[in-house]
């Protein structure tokens, strides 16, 4: 290596380590500069928050508790998440999840939207970050929740699962009877929603001799019947299905105890030769008279239907056995329950044999008291 060489390499690493020092010591500064504003560099170090289950879509029991999971446990300044449209009731914390209890119920067969918030934060994680909003739909009641609310607000002659000894026993405040005070609406709602949406395995018994047969769990007559009768009581249109507007009123009835007060009424007709037609009110029969059911060809149907509906007076057209039109104006005192086939006055020699085209016709004078005592949503039954 000659000598004039020399001096370049020793000038080339003086700058180089010069160069290094400085690098050195900006890295320090920089390194202090990072530690005096650490708190917002560490935030975006962390995991960002995730949502790691949500209530279903579809909430079958509007009782139980909604759950939002989040992937670490809920930092102590992390929102709750919400429900809209608000309803009463307390979000808790129970490890990584959220739950909401209503005070009573969510809304049957109504929509709500959950939020979870932007801010929603888990500890050790940084926040959501975006706002997170799902509809929710609450299904309305199964059938055998309508029956046991119709059968405890005395629409059906059923005896519901009760719940004034457990009532009383909640609140601590039962009378002799077992009865539990009126001024406890919240815990009546309480167990008025647990037993719409989970109703009692056993199915209600009857509470009157001759009541008309109840299929658990199925909207047949007797509770279609039932229903209607409700529905027009409480101005709603006695379709005998329950959708929103029904639901809301049935439960605001068992809530406030406004139960049925006209005695249970219904309409047997027998077709054993004397054909007879009595109204029954509850354990008693009020009225009894012979009356005249279809022809061979245009039998009666057998069977539990609900009257759906009433007039003082109309024109019966339709076909005979034969195969010849009717057409009838006039006839009075009409309750339809089951197609073309009604309960209603019309002349004739003598009662008590089938000689209708499917009626059940009786003397005009009964069917007008007859008439008077019945209402749309009464059951006509029908055997032999």
């Known amino acids: 290596m000659s000598v004039s060489k020399l001096p370049r390499r020793l000038t080339l690493i003086a700058v180089l380590s010069i160069g290094l020092l400085g690098v050195g010591i900006g890295a320090g500064v920089g390194?202090?500069?990072?530690?005096?504003?650490?708190?917002?560099?560490?935030?975006?170090?962390?995991p960002a928050t995730?949502?790691?289950?949500?209530?279903?879509?579809?909430?079958?029991?509007?009782?139980?508790?909604?759950?939002?999971?989040?992937?670490?446990?809920?930092?102590?300044?992390?929102?709750?998440?919400?429900?809209?449209?608000?309803?009463?009731?307390?979000?808790?914390?129970?490890?990584?999840?959220?739950?909401?209890?209503?005070?009573?119920?969510?809304?049957?067969c109504s929509t709500y939207t959950l939020t979870v918030w932007a801010a929603s934060t888990a500890t050790g994680h940084s926040p959501l970050g975006k706002r997170r909003s799902v509809p929710l739909h609450v299904a309305c009641p199964s059938v055998r929740g309508l029956q046991q609310i119709l059968a405890r607000l005395d629409y059906l002659p059923y005896e519901a699962h009760s719940i004034h000894s457990e009532?009383?026993?909640?609140?601590?405040?039962?009378?002799?009877?077992?009865?539990?005070?009126?001024?406890?609406?919240?815990?009546?709602?309480?167990?008025?929603a647990r037993y719409a949406f989970d109703p009692p395995s056993e199915a209600p018994r009857a509470r009157l001799a001759d009541a008309p047969a109840l299929e658990y769990g199925e909207l047949d007559g007797t509770t279609k019947g039932a229903l209607m009768v409700f529905q027009s009581d409480h101005?709603?249109?006695?379709?005998?299905?329950?959708?929103?507007?029904?639901?809301?009123?049935?439960?605001?009835?068992?809530?406030?105890?406004?139960?049925?007060?006209?005695?249970?009424?219904?309409?047997?007709?027998?077709?054993?030769?004397?054909?007879?037609?009595?109204?029954?009110?509850?354990?008693?029969?009020?009225?009894?008279?012979?009356?005249?059911t279809g022809v061979a060809g245009a039998e009666t149907a057998?069977?539990?239907?609900?009257?759906?509906?009433?007039?003082?007076?109309?024109?019966?057209?339709?076909?005979?056995?034969?195969?010849?039109?009717?057409?009838?104006?006039?006839?009075?005192?009409?309750n339809y329950f089951n197609g073309g086939d009604a309960v209603h006055?019309?002349?004739?020699?003598?009662?008590g044999t089938p000689q209708s085209n499917g009626c059940v016709e009786l003397p005009i004078s009964t069917a007008e008291t007859v008439f008077g005592m019945l209402k749309l949503g009464d059951i006509v039954e029908v055997t032999s």
């Open 31 to 46: 390194g202090l500069e990072s530690h005096m504003t650490s708190a917002s560099d560490t935030v975006g170090l962390l």
């Open 50 to 108: 995730r949502i790691t289950a949500l209530p279903r879509p579809t909430i079958l029991n509007g009782v139980t508790p909604l759950r939002v999971r989040l992937s670490g446990v809920p930092a102590p300044f992390s929102p709750h998440p919400a429900l809209s449209p608000a309803v009463a009731g307390t979000w808790t914390r129970r490890g990584k999840s959220e739950f909401f209890t209503p005070k009573v119920a969510l809304e049957p």
């Open 167 to 192: 009532q009383a026993s909640s609140s601590g405040e039962a009378s002799n009877s077992g009865e539990v005070s009126s001024r406890e609406p919240s815990s009546r709602a309480a167990l008025t």
């Open 235 to 292: 101005g709603i249109e006695p379709t005998g299905t329950p959708e929103s507007a029904t639901w809301q009123a049935l439960f605001k009835a068992a809530v406030h105890d406004e139960r049925n007060h006209d005695s249970y009424t219904f309409v047997t007709v027998t077709e054993s030769i004397p054909e007879t037609l009595e109204v029954h009110r509850g354990n008693h029969v009020v009225l009894s008279t012979p009356a005249n």
């Open 302 to 334: 057998q069977g539990i239907f609900p009257i759906f509906s009433r007039f003082t007076s109309t024109t019966m057209v339709g076909t005979n056995p034969d195969g010849t039109k009717y057409s009838d104006p006039g006839v009075p005192w009409v």
């Open 345 to 351: 006055g019309f002349p004739r020699g003598s009662y």
